[in-house]
């Protein structure tokens, strides 16, 4: 009697999350399949287009880029977020609030936005030259939109807040009364942070590191508008065979390699992050 009636309670519920998955499947899951599919039958069974992305040093140049410029992104952003999190933990409420404020409001702007603004900041009549001008640092104006360093700044500033999120939600949840603690037994504060709060912060760095590296070795628009045909990237790439050279199979392909390697980091991290907890636990 007690089974069905859990079962019966269920049942609603379940029944509730029915249009949710019918709008994934035919909204999501059946558009990226056929879009994989079309990478291996074309319309025969053939691995032509993994092989010309391997043969081929163009699509190479893209990948190492990419994930060049996506790790490089995570090294930021973990360097700046950091910092921000633990301010955010660890001040007053009202503090906390004008900080959170500050980092969740370029959410609240469209990235489209975002991009162009970087574009008016960066281009050669733009505000950082005429600053570097004004300051007497440079005599001429330097080429920063459209490079490396363009495309990582601006990613950097759209991915930042993804990144300190989870860090604040970890270090929030750590009582201060361990730190407090080891600064009664003779520990500073810097030990107190490497030895205490750094490593039971690791949950949500990796958390950010992984959310801030999938986001990126997958983004296309502003590394499209800010880095333009010079700096091409994966998501540039694909949007690339599929809008201009309308090549669906090759564009599948490309999909699935990233597919592939957001999987395989998101294993990874899980991974290593099971191994962290049982070696703390030892």
Known sequence: MSTNSSALGRTPAFLML??????????????????????????????????????????????????????????????????????????????????????????????LVRSYAWIFLLQRNGVVNDLLIDMGLIETRLRMLYTEGAVLVAMTHVLLPFMILPIFSTIRAIPTDLERSARNLGAGRFRAFLTITLPLSLPGVSAGVLFVFILAIGFYITPALVGGPRTLMIGTLIAQQITELLNWPLAGAISLLLLAVSIATALIFQRALSVGRIVGND
């Open 18 to 111: 029915l249009p949710l998955i019918a709008v994934l499947c035919f909204a999501v899951f059946w558009p990226v399949a056929n879009l994989l599919g079309r990478s291996f039958f074309a319309p025969d069974f053939t691995l032509q287009y993994y092989e010309t992305i391997v043969s081929e040093p163009l699509y190479w140049r893209v990948f190492i880029r990419t994930f060049w410029i996506s790790a490089l992104c995570c090294i930021l952003c973990l360097l700046i977020g950091f910092p921000i999190a633990y301010a955010m933990a660890r001040t007053s409420a009202w503090r906390a609030l004008l900080i959170a404020a500050c980092v969740l409001g370029p959410l609240w702007t469209s990235i």
